[in-house]
């Protein structure tokens, strides 16, 4: 199985950015999926993520800024980020379990700067 990730980049604060990560590989469907992100200098934490079923989890410092959704015939899930804020700043992983096991795609960065 294996995870690809895109969609990071420079953005200026407010803007938006739009992350994809999709799973291939021999796989029936994902259990669990979605986004954690690692700042600097501080632990990795959860952004988003959702089961295959939809139900979604968001970070408080996520929620009205960023929105998950998922493509399940793909494999797929997106996470659009908008008013982001330099705070956002991070290398952002995605994440999948699937069939008991834990995978994580390569990092994207993530720069929220002017």
């Known amino acids: 199985v294996q995870l690809q990730a895109s969609g990071g980049g420079l953005v200026q604060p407010g803007g938006s950015l739009r992350l994809s990560c999709a799973a291939s590989?021999?796989?029936?469907?994902?259990?669990?999926m979605g986004w954690y992100r690692q700042a600097p200098g501080k632990q990795r934490e959860l952004v988003a993520v959702?089961?295959?079923?939809?139900?979604?989890n968001v970070a408080d410092s996520a929620k009205g800024r960023f929105t998950l959704s998922r493509d399940n015939r793909k494999n797929t899930v997106y996470l659009q980020m908008n008013s982001l804020k330099p705070e956002d700043t991070a290398v952002y992983y995605c994440?999948?379990?699937?069939?008991?096991?834990?995978?994580w795609g390569k990092g994207t960065l993530v720069t929220v700067s002017s």
């Open positions: 959702t089961t295959y079923g939809g139900n979604v």
């Open positions: 590989g021999s796989i029936f469907n994902f259990n669990v």
């Open positions: 994440n999948a379990l699937i069939q008991g096991v834990n995978y």
